[in-house]
């Protein structure tokens, strides 16, 4: 396998990358590797593939009870 080293990375970037790592019970490389493979993932969808994605996740969250000002609540939750 190839070997990367990525230099100056903002410490804000690294801290929120540090933070996901903790969350998802994987080391720093492991999460930069998964954030990687996602991106890069996404972009290969063609639109259709990318259509029936959403399709899916609206059908699924159809029958929400959030109100739109729920929503807009959630929106502007810890900028303050």
């Keep these: 396998m ?3 080293t990525i230099k100056n990375i903002p410490d804000e970037l690294y801290e929120r990358l540090k933070v996901a790592a903790q969350t ?4 720093i490389n492991g999460e930069a590797i998964f954030c990687i493979e ?3 993932n996404e972009a290969l969808l063609s639109a259709d ?5 959403i ?3 609206r059908k699924a ?3 929400s009870s959030i109100t739109e000002a729920e929503i807009n609540e959630l929106k ?4 303050e």
């Design 24 to 27: 998802h019970h994987r080391s």
């Design 55 to 57: 399709r899916k996740l």
């Design 49 to 53: 593939d990318r259509l029936t994605q």
């Design 61 to 63: 969250t159809e029958k």
């Design 38 to 40: 996602h991106v890069l």
């Design 76 to 79: 502007t939750w810890g900028r």
């Design 2 to 4: 190839a070997a990367v």
